[in-house]
Structure formats: structure tokens, C-alpha cells
């Protein structure tokens, strides 16, 4: 096994070669763009390293991993134009840079360009892998779905929002580590074992991202602190805040949650904060992030695998959530 | 060889036949919607006869039959997005009938239950229908991309606009044919003879189209005649009369592409359409139409199939020239 950096670099080399046709430009050049905008690489990451883990070399996966990295990516394209969202990793979105059907149609190009790399997928494991990334991509639609349905709704329950953060976010992480155990030669249990290690570690992930939002260190969070809270989203903390608030601080989230004038703003994420606080919601998320985690660490055991693939699986959890952006 | 007829049952029976998740419905109902809207088949179709020629049965393809329909269908969904069409085969369009993020992310599920369906392939041939398959899709791209950079260029070339739509339109049909004819069993030069007979076919239909839109009977013609010439579209017809029209032929021109005054539509219709009249677009299209469509043909005789196939083959291209809408 490799070095985790020596991973995110192969994953970086793989995504920076890929070769966009000169002509069309208008087509091309955001789908080049929106692929430089960098990323963690996860997904290519889990999927060479699964690759690895039984093949004993990442590269029978790399064009999987670089699929896979374009499809994620295609579903932030899509979704910024969905959200209107103006910016993406510090630069502006492709249908701010360019427009919103250039928006679209690049992102159509992404999505086939993605099912392009992984149809390059050895043809002896090519059906298995295109069904778990078919049925992935299609959970990926769903889970989108749902946090849109899940908007005009208040009484979300903490298993809902579960089966949409694993829908939208953490199938993807587990389809990534799935495609590249099958492309090692891994056999369908321990694939699916790690395709688990990876949905679990997902729902973590994301649980940690909603956690962030409300405590996390300004000074090191990629994001404004309180962005979720502003925009009244959906996230783990706000649904459990709905789902257990009564008397005074029942009174005061509904007060907050119909305020959307921009000059409250800092009052407002003080005072959810503040209704956080008192309802011991972050300790509730922290424990939903520790015990996503353990899970996500259990499926390990389950995969006959050398220990040192083990020990790159484990260190990758605490690397995922040890970060602070 | 089954009937015309019979490969269209055949087509829209597998189109009914295609299972939607019941949730969540807001991502699946547009699907079933945009997929129900009819339309001539003509891509399944073309897939099942290639198929059925070296085959000796349509069956094997029909998989790859329903996942280019769905592609294409795809397309227009989101093309009626990009163009803000509200009607689609007479009824509202996904975007009008529910909003625009639905029909870009339901759009999104139909482009990767296409590539569920192109999965379905026998393995043998699977690597061959995905490498056709996927750079067909990326081709349809840069083909509606170009539409989209013509808009704002009063001289494209004929060439340019034939290149155009050869993207646009007719490689998704000369990839049926291909995608049937390997599934069949058919060799390579055999598929690309066959790839080559849909392309310049639907260079033909394109033209006739364009033609249509200008000279076809308001009785038998689908939608409403002038639409092109009222938009100031870029069809073969305008460029070619931009590029021959000279002193008051050119001036008039001029006139009617700067006069969008919706309440001067019939006139402009009429007065574009005399300007055409006195330059013999109308002959020259035709004489284009007949061209590519002999050369579509041409294609046929170097293919080695049962006679039956190479009549069917040439019916399918006079019933789809001789169409009136």
C-alpha cells in the first residue's frame, strides 16, 4: 500500500491527463475548468486503495477512479446551478462564469465522459462495475430528490435525513471502494463489505459536515461558520433541534427559522446556536459521528485483507474526520 | 425480417415496459412522463432491424433499444430547458409541468437509466456498444453546442451547418444501427457500413425537416409552419440564403432577421419565404435531401445481409423521407 498523499497525487496526475477535445470550447473548457477546481479526491482515493488492497497495484483502477471523480463532480455542477450557488472551492460556479445551459450541457458531457472512463474498466469485472456505478449514480438523483422534497417540510425525522445524506453523499464513497475492490479482483463479500466501510464512513462524513457548520473553528473551516443555519437547511442539527424544542426554545427556533432578514443574520446562527446548546444537539451529533465511525471501522474486520490495507482504511476514517474543513 | 410496424410495437412495448421506483416521485414521475410522450421510435426501431438482420431476431437488442430512446429523450428534455420550449409532441414540457430543477436532475436520471440499459448488453459486445454508445453521446454534445455558438454567426457554411447536425441528429441514428448490428453479431465494417447508412439518413431527415418547416402542408405537418423563419433559426435553408442573397434579395433578408415584432410574423414568414423562392432554396435542399439519401442507401450494398434486410433498411428510409411531420 501506498502513502495516503501518494494516492491524492495519482488521483491528481490521472484527473490533470485527461484530454478535452480543442473544439467545441464552449463545451470543453467548464468541463475543464470545473475538473481543476480540485477537491479532496476522495472518491478516486478509496477506489485506488481498494484496488490495491487485493491487487497489490492501484492502477487496474485508475480510469474507474477518474470515472468516478467526474461524476462527482458533474453532481456539484448540476447541483450549484439547482442551488444558484455562485462559488465552488473559492472560484465562481461555471453558470456563473459562463451561463446556465452551459451549465447544463457541461455537465451533461461530464456524466457520459464518467460512464466513458469507467467503461475502460477490465471487460472480465466491466458489468459488475458498471451496475454498482449505474445503481449508485441513480441513489445519487434520489437522495438529491429527497433533500429537495425534505425542504418544504418540518417534520423530517433523523431516519429520513439518514437515508438522504446516505442516498446524496455517502453511496458514492461506498460505490468508489466497491468499483475498485471488483477491479482488484476482490470477490462480492469483501467488495461489499468495503462498499459498507465506505457508505458508513459517508454518513459520518456528512453528519460531521452539518456539525462543522454550527462549531466549527472559523479560522480553519473551508466555509463561512453558520451558512446552514442562515439558509434554514436541513441538517442533522436543525432536525433533531425541530424534532425534541419545546416551550421557550421551541418558541425561538420557530421565531428564527421565519426570520430570513439578511441583517439578523449573526443573531440568528448566535441564537439556533444558542437553542442548540441548551437541547445538547452537538453532543448528539458527535455521538452519531463516533458511532457511524465504528460502524464504518466493523466492516473492515469482515475483509480478508493484508494488515496494512486495514491500517490504510483506518487511517483514512480519522484522517476524513480529523479535518476541520 | 418483421414489419415496420411490428418493430415499432415491438419498441413502444419495451418503452412501457421500463419499471419506475415508486419514490421519490417528484425524480421518477417526469421521467415516466417525458417517456410517454410518444414519439416515432425511430432510433429503437432502426436498433431492432440491425440487430434482426444479422441476428435473425430483433430480441437480443432491445435492451440497447430502450437505452437509446432513453438517451434520446434525454436530450430533449434537456434541450426544452435550454431552448425554454414549453411543448414537446403537444404537451407541456417537463420544465413547464414542473420546474426547471426537476427537468435538469430527472433529465440527469434518464441519461444514466439509458447507459442501465446499454449495461444490459451481452458481455461479449458490451466494451464495443459502450465505446460507439458513449462517443455518440458526447458527439449529440458538441453537436448542440455548435447549434448554440451558430446562433450568433451570420456565416456559418454550409459545411459548418452540415457538420452540425450531423452531431446533432444523425450520428444517435447511425449509432442504432451500429449498436443493433454488433449486438447481432454483425463484423465491424459490416456495423460501420450501417453506422454510415443512419448518419447520411439523418442528414436527409434533417433537411427534410428544415425544408418542412418552410414548404410543408399546415394540414399534415406537426407543428406550425415558419417556426424556424420566425426565430431567425439557422437552418440549411437561411444560411444558404445568406450566403447566395445579393441586392434587395439580401436587403429584404437583412430586414426580416432584425424585425422580431411578433405581430409581423406571417408577414416575415412570407416574406422570407419569397426571398427563398426567387434564390431556389427549395430546389437546392431538395436536390441535398436526395443526395444524402442515395448515399445513405449506397451504404447498404456493401453490407452482407439477406435481401429482405437491405429492402426493409431501404422501406424504413423512404417511410421516414416520405413523412409529412
Same sequence: chains 1, 2.
Avoid at 200 to 223: H, I, N, R, S
Avoid at 250 to 271: T, V, Y
Amino acid at each position: 500500500m501506498l502513502k495516503f498523499e501518494e494516492y491524492v497525487e495519482m488521483a491528481n496526475r490521472a484527473v490533470a491527463a485527461i484530454e478535452y477535445p480543442a473544439q467545441p470550447s464552449g463545451l470543453y473548457e467548464p468541463v475543464a475548468y470545473a475538473m481543476s477546481l480540485g477537491g479532496k479526491r476522495l472518491r478516486p482515493v478509496l477506489a485506488l486503495m481498494a484496488c490495491d488492497a487485493f491487487a497489490g497495484s492501484p492502477d487496474r483502477a485508475i480510469d474507474a477512479a477518474v470515472g468516478i471523480e467526474l461524476y462527482h463532480n458533474f453532481t456539484l455542477l448540476h447541483d450549484d446551478v439547482m442551488d444558484r450557488a455562485d462559488m465552488r472551492r473559492g472560484h465562481p460556479t461555471v453558470h456563473v462564469k459562463w451561463n446556465e445551459n452551459t451549465a447544463i450541457l457541461s455537465g451533461d458531457a461530464m456524466l457520459t465522459m464518467a460512464g466513458q472512463y469507467m467503461a475502460r474498466t477490465p471487460a472480465d469485472v466491466l458489468p459488475r462495475v458498471l451496475d454498482v456505478f449505474n445503481r449508485t449514480a441513480m441513489e445519487v438523483y434520489e437522495g438529491q430528490q429527497y433533500d429537495v422534497d425534505f425542504e418544504s417540510r418540518n417534520d423530517v425525522s433523523e431516519d429520513e435525513y439518514i437515508g438522504m445524506i446516505r442516498l446524496k453523499t455517502s453511496v458514492l464513497l461506498g460505490c468508489a471502494c466497491k468499483v475498485g475492490a471488483l477491479i482488484g479482483g476482490a470477490d462480492m463479500p469483501a467488495a461489499d463489505a468495503l462498499y459498507n466501510y465506505g457508505c458508513d464512513l459517508g454518513l459520518a462524513f456528512q453528519l460531521q459536515d452539518d456539525w462543522l457548520d454550527v462549531y466549527g473553528d472559523p479560522e480553519t473551516f473551508g466555509k463561512e461558520i453558520g451558512g446552514d443555519i442562515a439558509n434554514n437547511k436541513k441538517t442533522y442539527m436543525l432536525i433533531n433541534a425541530i424534532a425534541s424544542a419545546s416551550g421557550d426554545d421551541a418558541k425561538e427556533l420557530d421565531r428564527w427559522l421565519a426570520d430570513n432578514e439578511p441583517s439578523h443574520r449573526a443573531g440568528k446562527i448566535a441564537g439556533v446556536r444558542g437553542v442548540y446548546d441548551r437541547l445538547g444537539i452537538s453532543e448528539k451529533a458527535e455521538k452519531a459521528i463516533a458511532r457511524y465511525t465504528w460502524q464504518s471501522l466493523e466492516w473492515l474486520d469482515s475483509v480478508k485483507m493484508d494488515e496494512d490495507a486495514v491500517v490504510a482504511f483506518r487511517d483514512f476514517a480519522t484522517m476524513l474526520l480529523s479535518r476541520k474543513k
